[in-house]
């Protein structure tokens, strides 16, 4: 087999800053999954052709013909055997257009036609946690929890067309656009897997820049953009880019190429999106649920931003209040990771402690020493802050008449925060009834954990529909190279 090329992105999670993080005003508090979309590219054997494949779905190969004309670069989809018509995969072949087009114009005529010499076949794959697994484990006879969706093999098919899976909102086009512009920028030796150790680095600016831009015309409009600084960047706090930077480029036919090279490469015109690290704190862990009532995530953005349109100054003073809660929360988590470092023994001992309290206990409980009592302090006071978090959440839902954090999720958050050792959590991204996300310690001593208690509350809702994805936070930064023999299941499945 010839030498594969694999690239993985993580999925996202936006604890804090939905709405708030399309205006460059405000930021976004990011945490990227360990959920990852990976792309594999290997010879093809036939010259100038590149297949795609996602082998989770049903009638999901796509065919093109990479055509060059000495000045630019065209990628036709290749219609079947027998004259059977290409299926369409707007988000794939502009991906391919737009970054041989950029890699033709960085390499030269020569080494980009010697890349293509053997042609392209590039697969496709998500993680299990992008999609439902409600029906698998049904099927297996296994209970709604974290330790069952373990034994759901790898890349598992999902037995439908992509266009009729159910998704869990990780943010899968973001993920795969980026592995998919990473894996061809490393075929074609624009950049070197050595670029990518860094986070940041000017390869990973390449990316993002290209990634986003791509994304953004595949979906026809420029959005916040943070799904896609994930996927490259991994967990961060993200302002995002001024959108007029990148309209230019978006001005002419989606299917056309233009020159690139000048507006990534320069510092100048490039696109200015901020990204500070973040982390969450050690000893604890994202839980993540997928509630089965689903939200059209357009119509309720659609919707937040007339009202915030016609009732400025109502809508600015709330917007100001929550980015400031937004920050403080980010700073809270930050700040853990500090007293972590300093005082290793201090914070283990207290969350060890913690893990087995509700919130409204910690503080008058943490024995020990004055830097445990910081730790136990902060913890709460970051409870303190995301439930501030959820109620102007549900404040900006009221006034705008949007279902952000509907009284269905707010009983289901208030019975997983009032249970021991859960730090606080929330409706992600746009909120609606699609999905939550909980903080919860993760102690190392024996005994019911915080996780334990909190799948017990999923298992046993009965007025909502939930269950678990497995998600954690990913701890890599961003977009990895990754050896195929490593990802269990990867081989097998290519
Ligand atoms: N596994 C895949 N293989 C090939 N193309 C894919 C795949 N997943 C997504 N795409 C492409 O991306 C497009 C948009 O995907 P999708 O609607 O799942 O993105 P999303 O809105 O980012 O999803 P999410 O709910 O995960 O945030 C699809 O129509 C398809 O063109
Ligand atoms: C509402 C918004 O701020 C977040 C949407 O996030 P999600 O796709 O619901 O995770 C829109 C955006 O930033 O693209």
Redesign the pocket.
């Known amino acids: 087999m010839s030498h594969a090329t694999v690239v993985s992105s993580p999925?996202k999670v936006l604890a804090a800053g939905g709405y708030l993080v399309l205006d460059p005003a405000y930021s976004g508090v990011v945490i990227s999954t360990s959920s990852r979309?990976y792309a594999v590219v290997q010879d093809l054997r036939r010259v100038d052709e590149i297949q795609?494949r996602?082998p989770?779905?049903t009638d999901?190969v796509?065919n093109y013909q990479v055509l060059l004309n000495g000045v630019n670069v065209r990628v036709e989809p290749k219609n079947g055997k027998n004259g059977a018509i290409a299926p369409k995969?707007?988000?794939?072949q502009l991906a391919l257009l737009h970054t041989l087009s950029y890699c033709f114009e960085v390499k030269g005529l020569v080494p980009f036609v010697d890349s293509l010499a053997e042609g392209l076949d590039v697969v496709?794959?998500?993680d299990n946690d992008?999609y439902s697994q409600r029906a698998k484990l049904a099927s297996m006879n296994l209970p709604r929890t974290i330790s069952s969706l373990s034994k759901i093999p790898p890349f598992g098919s999902q037995g439908v067309a992509?266009?009729d899976?159910h998704?869990?909102?990780?943010?899968?086009?973001?993920?795969?656009?980026t592995s998919l512009v990473t894996s061809l920028l490393l075929h074609f030796s624009v950049i070197s897997p050595a670029d990518l150790t860094d986070t940041p680095s000017d390869a990973r600016t390449l990316v993002h820049n290209l990634a986003q831009f791509v994304h953004c015309l595949?979906q026809g409009k420029v959005g916040s953009g943070f799904?896609v600084s994930a996927a490259v960047f991994g967990s961060q706090i993200y302002t995002r880019f001024d959108p007029a930077r990148l309209q230019p480029l978006m001005e002419r036919d989606a299917f056309s190429t233009r020159p690139l090279k000048a507006f990534l490469s320069s510092a100048d015109q490039a696109l200015d999106h901020r990204v500070e690290p973040f982390k969450l704190p050690p000893l604890t862990r994202m839980m993540l649920a997928d509630v089965d009532a689903g939200s059209d995530t357009p119509s309720l953005v659609g919707k937040v931003l007339k009202w915030r349109k016609a009732q400025s100054a109502q809508a600015d003073a709330l917007w100001t209040a929550l980015n400031q809660s937004n920050q403080a929360l980010a700073k809270a988590l930050l700040n853990l990771s500090d007293l972590y470092a300093g005082h290793q023994t201090a914070y283990e001992d207290v969350v060890n402690q913690l893990a087995s309290l509700a919130h409204d206990q910690w503080v008058a409980s943490a024995q020990g020493s004055t830097e445990g009592r910081q730790v136990a302090q902060k913890f709460f006071e970051a409870h303190q802050i995301s439930e501030d978090i959820r109620a102007k959440m549900r404040e900006m839902g009221d006034l705008s008449e949007v279902p952000i954090e509907p009284s269905e999720q707010t009983a289901l958050l208030d019975a997983c925060v009032s249970q021991p050792g859960v730090i606080g959590g929330g409706v992600p991204g746009a909120g609606g009834y699609d999905a939550i996300w909980l903080l919860v310690f993760e102690p190392g001593v024996e005994g019911t954990s915080p996780l334990q208690r909190v799948e017990k509350v999923w298992s046993t809702y009965t007025a909502l529909d939930v269950s678990p994805l497995s998600s954690e936070e990913s701890v890599a930064k961003g977009a990895r190279v990754e050896r195929l023999e490593e990802i269990p299941g990867l081989r097998d499945f290519i």
């Not at 995969?89 to 794939?92: A, I, L, R, T």
């Open positions: 999925g979309f795609v996602s989770q779905f999901a796509w995969n707007k988000f794939v496709i794959a998500g992008f992509l266009s899976v998704k869990t909102g990780l943010g899968s086009s973001a993920a795969l656009i595949a799904d």
